[in-house]
Structure formats: C-alpha cells, structure tokens
C-alpha cells in the first residue's frame, strides 16, 4: 500500500474511532476532529517518506490510546461522575492475589 493510501486510511480510522470514543458527547466530538483535521493539514506537505511513515505510526498510536484508554464520564451530581465504558474495553479482570505463588 503507498503512503498516500496509508495516510488516508489513518485519518478515516482517526476520525471512526473519535465517534465511537466520544459518541454523546458533541463538545468532544467537534474538538478531536478539529485537532485530527488540523494535525493533517499541519504535515499536508511533508515529503520526506522516513518522516510520514514517523507520523503514521504516531497516528496509529494516538489512535490505539483513544480505541482502548479512553472512558466517557457524565456528570451526575456535584461531586459524581457516572463512568461509561464501552463493550470493548470490558475484559476479564484477573483478582488480586496476597500470597502469590512460586513458578516451579
């Protein structure tokens, strides 16, 4: 795939992945595709192939933190914020063990 075609694909995957993440939540979603759009149009006209492929992989870094990091909290009362994770980031928590064991 050309770097053309990779630039591309990260900025619709950016901008699938702000919906999800932010879904609900129009202040959000308008200020992270202001910054994706204006990241993009910062570097519209760089040249150098090592330094795309540089700005690729830290978009698709960005991209990871928000798809697995990122939790939505809606403020409930005063001092209460009611936390919204999404399916995704749901997995099997291991418990805690006091006495760990040894590896034989």
């Not at 409930?76 to 994770?85: E, I, S």
């Given at each position: 795939?050309?770097?053309?075609?990779?630039?591309?694909q990260?900025?619709k995957t950016l901008?699938?992945?702000r919906?999800?993440?932010f879904?609900n939540?129009?202040?959000a979603?308008?200020?992270?595709?202001?910054?994706?759009?204006?990241?993009?149009k910062?570097?519209?006209?760089?040249?150098?192939?090592k330094?795309i492929?540089?700005?690729i992989?830290i978009?698709?870094d960005?991209?990871l933190?928000?798809?697995?990091?990122?939790?939505?909290g809606?403020?409930?009362?005063h001092n209460?914020?009611?936390?919204v994770p999404?399916?995704?980031l749901?997995?099997?928590n291991?418990?805690y063990?006091?006495?760990?064991?040894?590896k034989?």
């Amino acid at each position: 795939m050309g770097q053309a075609a990779k630039v591309l694909q990260l900025f619709k995957t950016l901008h699938r992945t702000r919906q999800q993440v932010f879904k609900n939540d129009a202040r959000a979603l308008e200020a992270a595709r202001i910054k994706i759009n204006e990241e993009f149009k910062c570097n519209k006209s760089e040249t150098s192939p090592k330094k795309i492929e540089e700005l690729i992989k830290i978009g698709s870094d960005v991209e990871l933190i928000l798809r697995t990091s990122v939790i939505q909290g809606i403020h409930t009362d005063h001092n209460t914020l009611k936390l919204v994770p999404r399916k995704d980031l749901l997995i099997e928590n291991v418990p805690y063990c006091d006495a760990p064991t040894q590896k034989q």
